[in-house]
T-cell receptor, first 113, second 112 residues
Framework: DQQVKQNSPSLSVQEGRISILNCDYTNSMFDYFLWYKKYPAEGPTFLISISSIKDKNEDGRFTVFLNKSAKHLSLHIVPSQPGDSAVYFCAATFTGGGNKLTFGTGTQLKVEL | NAGVTQTPKFQVLKTGQSMTLQCAQDMNHEYMSWYRQDPGMGLRLIHYSVGAGITDQGEVPNGYNVSRSTTEDFPLRLLSAAPSQTSVYFC???????????FGPGTRLTVL
């Protein structure tokens, strides 16, 4: 039972354009969501997060949108850069969950010149 | 700060062998976790700890043991390795009240 789903295994975008990565969840208990970025042969690194009390959080080129009624979140990267090419994981947790993260399966983003 | 460190980076075992994957953090974080990453499966939680002396099971704990005798170290033990345990293993830590998990570089384990 996949509680966090990333239905697009891969995404290809041209440099300078917008990248939109999507994530859906099924567990209504989740109230905190995170995006991690992973390069080959490295551990995931934290990118941006959002609490369920918000519907948008922005950090530089990265914005995460949360639609609680649809149980959907998305990560927007504008403008996309070749260094953004990596695997992006969506993760979710809940208050009192002891920081246990439930991850999606990841989306491989390729930003082409 | 070295952050979260993991050893070894690579390991090949034969079925039935035992080994310990080491994880250490120098950030004085209370929470530590072990995940495994398999193709098409994302990262799945194996075991976690909320402080020294306290551990609990995650989503896929079978075949693995953990202990937490100090704040800094959180080793993962495979008592009798099986081919199904071939994976990349990541250790992570978070401070109390923190919302970001810091991951180590991973250990790539192959069980023949």
């Amino acid at each position: 039972d996949q509680q966090v789903k990333q239905n697009s295994p891969s995404l290809s975008v041209q440099e300078g354009r917008i990248s939109i990565l999507n994530c859906d969840y099924t567990n209504s208990m989740f109230d905190y969501f995170l995006w991690y970025k992973k390069y080959p042969a490295e551990g995931p690194t934290f990118l941006i997060s959002i609490s369920s009390i918000k519907d948008k959080n922005e950090d530089g080129r990265f914005t995460v949108f949360l639609n609680k009624s649809a149980k959907h979140l998305s990560l927007h990267i504008v403008p996309s850069q070749p260094g953004d090419s990596a695997v992006y994981f969506c993760a979710a947790t809940f208050t009192g969950g002891g920081n246990k993260l439930t991850f999606g399966t990841g989306t491989q983003l390729k930003v082409e010149l | 700060n070295a952050g979260v460190t993991q050893t070894p980076k690579f390991q090949v075992l034969k079925t039935g062998q035992s080994m310990t994957l080491q994880c250490a953090q120098d950030m004085n974080h209370e929470y530590m976790s072990w995940y495994r990453q398999d193709p098409g499966m994302g990262l799945r939680l194996i075991h976690y700890s909320v402080g020294a002396g306290i551990t609990d099971q995650g989503e896929v704990p079978n075949g693995y043991n953990v202990s937490r005798s100090t704040t800094e170290d959180f080793p993962l033990r495979l008592l009798s390795a099986a081919p199904s345990q071939t994976s990349v293993y990541f250790c992570a830590s978070t401070g109390m009240g923190g919302d970001t998990q810091y991951f180590g570089p991973g250990t790539r384990l192959t069980v023949l």
